[in-house]
């Protein structure tokens, strides 16, 4: 980590034995009730009617060829930042490589200036029950695995069975409302959701990756490997290197390239992902065109490393993009697995002998803003009292959370930016004596007689100087404080079982949260080896929220559930918020086209660029 942390299948009716038994189809609703869409959303709104040609934002005659290279800035469910055993990334066991999911097609797909709508992918349209429990998918002709064999439906059906099943703890638990998969004929596949179903669970199951049934009838789905599986998306794998890099190659006869959907999208003839254990030694790496794309995350870089010869005279631009999604749960988060963690006062404490302040302005050269709420840079943080739509969701929960939740939402401490603020400490400390916390002999002694220890657990070493000024400020409170740096498969085994005191991560939140959060803050999750619920969060009135998250009707319902979950979650003290920028800085060779205008909701990276080969010409000439 360095400014920023990371900042993610067998038909029930063929498997015989291995059937799920949670996947059983009651008799199909009538055919008639049942209302045909193009595209479906959280709220049933779509931008794009039915017969579009394009996405606004692309170039739908964009040029197809050369290469896009990068150090991929994000992953899901068991992909790993910086490096790579498996390319089963579907699957808890393994550290799997990025960019999987382009080797596969799914249902529906999305597009960047919506905040969740899908439109028909492998799937030409879907209709929905009245009661919103039963959606039949009507798949395309002509569609195939990349080695020629017929996609069905049969296909669809094991590949959410299988998922449900043997899938990422993260998939499961977002599956939990499936609860029938079949597929009726080669063309239609029929999906049931349990009542009450969470409201983006349909959109969840339609961007699932499909797979082969023939494929995996032979080979083990719950097993790492480094054998590519057989695809059915735009790329598929190509030469690769464990741990150093892959490259995945366009599908150039691919049934859905041109689609509305993807119009002007996957211009790329390979895209390949390059992995570093240290990004000092990647952006070396970017400096002498090693890979052509880096999206910087290091302020220090930004404002130091840029006068190689490659920006001085052109060849490399930098930009800085506005983001106008939620920009995340960013910061450290606390094991309240451990007893020494159990004490909400225990948790401020430790808030209050980080220096933000000091921080932002030595290390990171003033570049960021401090983080409040998991719901940064959105309409779902709270902010000053509760509104009596808050309140209306709170009041049941009076005298079972802290009464701050119905005043003004915690706010982390400003410091005078000395990077050891005197009365922070003396605050930390009395909070500390408060919960039998004591000092004997300049130590700080746990209830119990123990000394109070705290072991700061990453990955990535250019994350270091952020902890060093915490560590000495923890130091003077007593605390035997300690940063322990890991190898990536061991940093993700220690995180996968929750073997931490401290960690930092950054989690992107959705402009459309639902069930998803669950996997962040649930009970559940908190008992489940695989999740993102770092912080160990198990609170009824959480859950209870959480549902009320999923079940939200209108959008100004969700955004007051999710204040109103922020509320709460931050009076909790699960973490130590750190900070955020609502931009990205990108750095690339001059050699890519884009369009003129970038999708609301992401970069346009690699999404909507593509390869300028006169560009390219010229600055082979100029190098």
């Given amino acids: 980590m360095t400014d920023i942390c990371d900042v993610t299948r067998r038909d029930a009716l063929v498997l015989g034995a291995g059937a799920l038994a949670s996947l059983v189809v009651p008799p199909a609703a009538a055919h008639e009730e049942e209302t045909e869409r193009h595209g479906i959303s ?103 695995f990349h080695d020629g064999s017929p996609l069905s439906a049969h296909d669809v059906a094991f590949s959410l069975s299988i998922l449900k099943e043997k ?135 930004w404002a130091t490393r840029y006068d190689f010869p490659a920006f001085r005279d052109g060849r490399v631009k930098r930009e800085v993009l506005v983001d106008e999604t939620p920009s995340g749960a960013q910061g450290w988060f606390i094991n309240t697995r451990r007893d020494k963690f159990k004490d909400r006062r225990v948790r401020e404490a430790l808030n209050y002998a980080f220096d933000f302040e000091w921080t932002n302005k030595t290390i990171m050269y003033g570049s960021y803003e401090r983080v409040y709420s998991v719901y940064q840079n959105s309409p779902m943080m709270a902010v000053g009292k509760p509104s009596p739509e808050e309140l209306a969701l709170l009041e049941p929960f009076r005298g079972k959370v802290p009464d701050e939740v119905f005043g003004e939402p915690f706010v982390p401490p400003v410091s005078d930016a000395s990077g050891q603020d005197r009365a922070l400490l003396r605050k930390a400390s009395a909070l500390l004596q408060e919960a039998g916390f004591a000092i004997k002999d300049g130590k700080r002694m746990m209830p119990k007689g123990e000394q109070l220890t705290i072991e700061f657990l990453i990955d990535q070493p250019s994350f270091q100087p952020h902890h060093m000024p915490f560590i000495k400020n923890l130091g003077i409170l007593g605390i035997e404080a300690t940063l322990r740096v890991v190898d990536p498969v061991q940093y993700s085994k220690r995180a996968d079982e929750f073997d931490f005191d401290l960690t930092s991560r950054r989690f992107s939140m959705s402009s459309t949260p639902g069930e998803g959060l669950k996997s962040l803050f649930s009970s559940q999750a908190a008992a489940t080896k695989g999740t993102r619920n770092l912080a160990g969060v198990a609170d009824p009135v959480i859950d209870a929220l959480l549902d009320k998250i999923a079940a939200a009707e209108t959008r100004p319902e969700l955004h007051v559930a999710c204040r109103a979950l922020d509320r709460v979650f931050r009076a909790g003290r699960y973490w130590i918020s750190g900070w955020h920028k609502p931009t990205h800085w990108i750095a690339y060779w001059d050699v890519f086209g884009r369009p003129p205008t970038k999708p609301r909701y992401g970069r346009g990276v690699t999404d909507t660029w593509w390869y300028d080969r006169e560009k390219a010409a010229k600055l082979d000439q100029a190098g």
């Fill in 42 to 144: 959280a709220f049933g709104d779509l931008k794009y009617p039915a017969g579009f040609k394009h996405f606004d934002y692309v170039n739908p005659n964009a040029p197809k060829g050369g290469s896009f290279s990068q150090v991929g800035p994000s992953a899901a469910f068991n992909q790993n930042l910086v490096t790579f055993n498996s390319l089963n990334s579907y699957i808890l066991k393994g550290d799997a490589a990025q960019g999987m999911e382009a080797t596969f097609a799914t249902l529906m797909a999305g597009g960047g200036d919506e905040p969740d709508s899908l439109y028909g992918l492998a799937a030409r349209a879907v209709r929905i029950a009245p009661d919103g429990l039963t959606y039949r998918f009507l798949l395309r002709s002509g569609l195939t």
């Fill in 167 to 301: 899938g990422h703890p993260i998939i499961q638990q977002l599956m939990r409302d499936v609860v029938g998969v079949e597929a009726t004929d080669n063309a239609t596949v029929v999906v049931r959701f349990a009542p009450g179903r969470a409201r983006d669970v349909p959109l969840f199951v339609a961007s699932l990756p499909i797979f082969s049934r023939k494929y995996y009838s032979v080979k083990p789905f719950e097993e790492s490997t480094l054998e590519p599986p057989l695809g059915s998306g735009s790329y598929k794998v190509g030469r690769f290197e464990a741990g150093r890099y892959i490259e995945y190659e366009r599908v150039k006869d691919w049934w859905g390239a041109d689609l509305p959907v993807l119009r002007g999208r996957n211009n790329f003839d390979v895209l390949r992902f390059e992995f570093y254990r240290d990004r000092d030694v990647a952006f070396e790496g970017f400096t002498a065109k090693n890979f052509t794309f880096w999206e910087e995350f290091t302020a220090r870089f």
